[in-house]
């Protein structure tokens, strides 16, 4: 299995601002993700980051508001852009290596508070 | 749309006694399933997985059921510990030629001592 991390684990940021997360694999890895949890909810995939290429993103979920970055095959970014108390939520990062039975794992979460 | 839904959000069990947690998934076309379990501050661990062309499958303390006619997923956890205590979510892989989880609601389990 992959172990994953992710910076930094929290943050409060104030309105209009930007973050950045980082993910980091231990090992190659084919596919990377962004996920995102609000509270006390369930998991809602963002996007898919391909090495290489622009991510793909999931419905609701637009480029220009989560930017992603993976300029290898163990690290990936997501930034969260023009943030609101809206975007306060926990983003996940995971990794699998890409086939449709593949277990995909999970780095421990960024939790992020938008003022 | 497509989507994986729990009927529980919360199960209390005693520490020692089994428990069950239930997924209903709505992808008939879906091939891979999995559980996982998050802590509190912690992300999803991969507990156990199953492919749609098996019906049951074991771990360590965990079975993993599979009822493809009326699209339904169950955990149990066999004697429970208090360490057992999470939020469990079932996931459902809705690409047939690529990764892409859909999670269900979560049901959180409290093992009270």
């Known amino acids: 299995s992959a172990v994953i991390s992710q910076k930094p684990s929290r943050d409060i940021c104030q309105r209009g601002t930007s973050l950045t997360i980082q993910c980091q694999v231990d090992?190659?890895?084919?596919?990377m993700f962004w996920y995102r949890q609000q509270p006390g909810q369930s998991l809602t995939l963002i996007a898919t980051?391909?090495?290489?290429?622009?991510?793909?993103?999931e419905s609701g979920f637009v480029i220009d508001k989560f930017p992603i970055s993976r300029p290898n095959l163990t690290f990936s970014t997501l930034t969260v852009s023009n943030m609101s108390p809206e975007d306060s939520s926990i983003y996940l990062c995971?990794?699998?290596?890409?086939?449709?039975?593949?277990?995909?794992?999970f780095g421990p979460g960024t939790r992020l508070t938008v003022l | 749309g497509e989507s994986v839904g729990l009927h529980l959000p919360t199960l209390s069990v005693q520490e020692g006694d089994n428990s069950i947690i239930n997924c209903a998934y709505s992808?008939?076309?879906?091939?891979?399933f999995i559980w996982y379990k998050q802590e509190s501050g912690k992300g999803p661990q991969f507990i156990i997985d199953i492919r749609s062309n098996m019906d049951k499958r074991q771990g360590q303390r965990v079975t993993v059921l599979l009822n493809k006619t009326v699209k339904h997923l169950s955990l149990q956890i066999a004697a429970t510990q208090p360490g057992d205590s999470a939020v469990y979510f079932c996931?459902?892989?809705?690409?047939?030629?690529?990764?892409?989880?859909?999670f269900g609601q979560g049901t959180r389990l409290t093992i009270n001592p």
């Open positions: 090992s190659q890895v084919t596919m």
């Open positions: 992808n008939s076309a879906s091939d891979y």
């Open positions: 980051a391909n090495q290489g290429s622009e991510a793909t993103y």
């Open positions: 996931a459902e892989n809705i690409s047939q030629g690529a990764q892409k989880l859909v």
């Open positions: 995971s990794a699998g290596q890409g086939s449709p039975t593949d277990t995909q794992y």
